[in-house]
């Protein structure tokens, strides 16, 4: 029998805390994002500014090489990295070296085709990083994907959209069952809306939250911050979950000052004000 959602509280995240931030950036983990195309480069964007936003130390975004110039720019606190145009081919270089160093990657924001995502999403694997974030396009194309040849740490971050394709049907009435069931399906941390299930049965439910939170960016600027708390050094269920609170009460505290309409990138720079309720 499964046991029941745990409530997360701010009570609760105190109680788990969080690593050490350390006296340098260095000690605060490393995150490379791996996505972006050139009709959604922001997506790439969100994801890293939210990241370095729950205090992980490093950031660099492997994008496109048709848009790698303009996000150096659009995001000067991180480093670029360019694809290969061959989305198949091994890694080399800087790019395998940063990947196979990082704390965590995060793979699929802003990607806008199935079959270079596939592709990329293998390649990135192959390099072996020790926890991997699937988002958005990278969603898509796991069902098509050996699990075996992806690392054990793995995290999915779907919306209900593609929730129901990871589940290969329409989503029911109990949404903690589905989350459960894509967890052991893929035998990964899943986080989807507000529900963050563990493949070892373990479940927990985040109440945080506000109606603006439903607006285009903002699962970006979630799965970065998912991956920023795990190089910080969560574990990958205790991450998400950290994010997924975060988030909400980003979300809370700034549907209490404008109400409708605040911007996934306002969500991003709310973070560390969210994250400070809980640690001071």
Known sequence: MSSPAERVTASLLRGWGLPDPGDSKKSRGEVVIVGGSRTSPGAALLAGEASLRVGAGRVALAVPQSIDAHVGIALPEAGVL??????????????????????????????????????????????????????????????????????????????????????????GEDDEADVREIADRYAAVVNCYGVVAHPDGRVWRVDEGDAGLATSGSGDVL???????AARGLDPAHAAVWAAWTHGRAGRLLGARFGLGYLARELARELPAALRAVAP
């Not at 799965?223 to 708390?229: E, K, L, R, V």
């Open 82 to 171: 360019a694809l290969p145009d061959d989305a198949g081919a091994p890694l080399e270089g800087r790019l395998r070296d940063q990947i196979a160093s990082a704390d965590a990657v995060l793979v699929g924001s802003g990607f806008s085709d199935a079959d270079e995502t596939r592709a990329t999403l293998s390649a990135v694997a192959a390099v072996g990083p020790g926890i991997l974030v699937l988002d958005a396009f990278a969603l898509g194309v796991l069902a098509d994907v050996d699990r075996s040849s992806l690392p054990e740490n793995l995290v999915l971050n779907p919306n209900k959209e593609e929730a129901s394709i990871l589940l290969r049907r329409d989503l």
């Open 223 to 229: 799965a970065g911050a998912i991956t920023g708390f």
